[in-house]
């Protein structure tokens, strides 16, 4: 039978088909982390009444994403919380290198009821460096109203931290609550935290993949190509001197003058610098 994976927990598959989720298991074959299946994939599984299902197989994927671990995404919106807890713009960067280049990318500066001059200095930030911003709270139901134009009809991902808000924008989305193992997040005791990537289903062929959040990002990326996860430096790379100018200390650099001018933000190009670094000296990539 074919499906796609929607739930990933306890070493559990559970796999869409016709109308019917499926628990099933991974057979050894994906020993390799590469090609073990995760959730939004399409897979060919074996399944008898009463028993256990098996992933056979895994179609090819359009893209996948590594935090969260997805496949098939359209786009990506990443979560920053203007407060409670206050957003970190280094790990944004991150998660911004990380899909660069594979998916789309809406940054959505969300609680913006907390501090609305702090949240339109961060939505002019990420617009002046290229990226299709919003700023919403759930305090401001026409706030939410325009992301779900951008995102009905399309399979989006959901990504940020820990209690930015990904739960209470996946509901208002889907027009109900996001449930957590079949109980609602907001009866849960202690924290509403997702502790498990599930694939939600909405109207007219809308899918929203909201995930646990995490507090710090890894890259596996050379330092060298660092500079084509920004997407504001390509214009201005190649007025460079040198043509393979990593834009740090090198004399006559077009990007560092953008940044001197304002066309390149400081705080993107302050984080490019330090993640370059980073990267450097981890130097096994
Ligand atoms: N003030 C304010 N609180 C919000 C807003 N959106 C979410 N929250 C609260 O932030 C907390 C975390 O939200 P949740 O959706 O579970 O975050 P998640 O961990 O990213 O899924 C909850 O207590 C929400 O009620 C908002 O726009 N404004
Ligand atoms: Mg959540
Ligand atoms: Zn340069």
């Known amino acids: ?27 050894g074959n994906f020993r390799h982390k590469d090609t073990k299946p995760v959730v939004g994939d399409i897979v060919e599984f074996k399944y008898e009444e009463d028993k ?8 090819p994927r359009t893209n996948i994403l590594i935090r969260p671990s997805v496949a098939n995404v359209d786009q990506v919106l990443i979560v920053i919380p203007i407060k409670d807890p206050k957003y970190n713009l280094n790990l944004v960067d991150r998660m911004i290198i990380a899909y660069e280049n594979k998916v789309d990318i809406f ?9 609305e001059s702090e949240a339109k200095k961060l939505m002019y930030l990420y617009k002046n460096a290229g990226f299709e911003t919003f ?15 951008h995102v009905e009809g399309k399979t989006t991902a959901l990504s940020g931290v820990s209690a930015a808000g990904k739960s209470t924008i996946a509901s208002y989305i889907l027009g109900r609550e996001v449930l957590v193992g079949g109980i609602s997040e907001k009866t849960r005791r202690g924290k509403h935290t997702t502790r498990h990537v599930e694939l939600l289903f909405g109207e007219n062929d809308t899918y929203l993949f909201d995930t646990p959040g995490f507090s710090s990002m890894d890259l596996s990326i050379d330092s060298d190509r660092l500079q084509e996860q920004f997407r504001e430096f390509k214009n201005f790379r190649s007025n460079c001197r040198f043509n393979n100018c990593n834009h740090i200390n090198e004399p006559h650099c077009a990007v560092k003058e953008a940044v001197e001018s304002g066309e390149v933000e400081e705080t993107r190009y302050k984080n490019y610098v330090s993640i370059f670094n980073d990267l450097k000296e981890k130097g096994k990539y």
Do not use: Q
């Open 1 to 27: 039978m074919e499906g796609k994976i929607v739930k990933l927990t306890g070493g559990f598959y559970y796999v869409y088909s016709d109308g019917k989720v499926y628990e099933t298991r991974a057979r």
């Open 135 to 149: 700023m919403v709270s759930n305090k401001d139901e026409k706030s939410l109203e325009s992301l779900r134009e």
């Open 107 to 115: 940054i959505v500066i969300n609680k913006y009821d907390l501090d």
């Open 52 to 59: 256990l299902g098996y992933i056979e197989k895994v179609y």
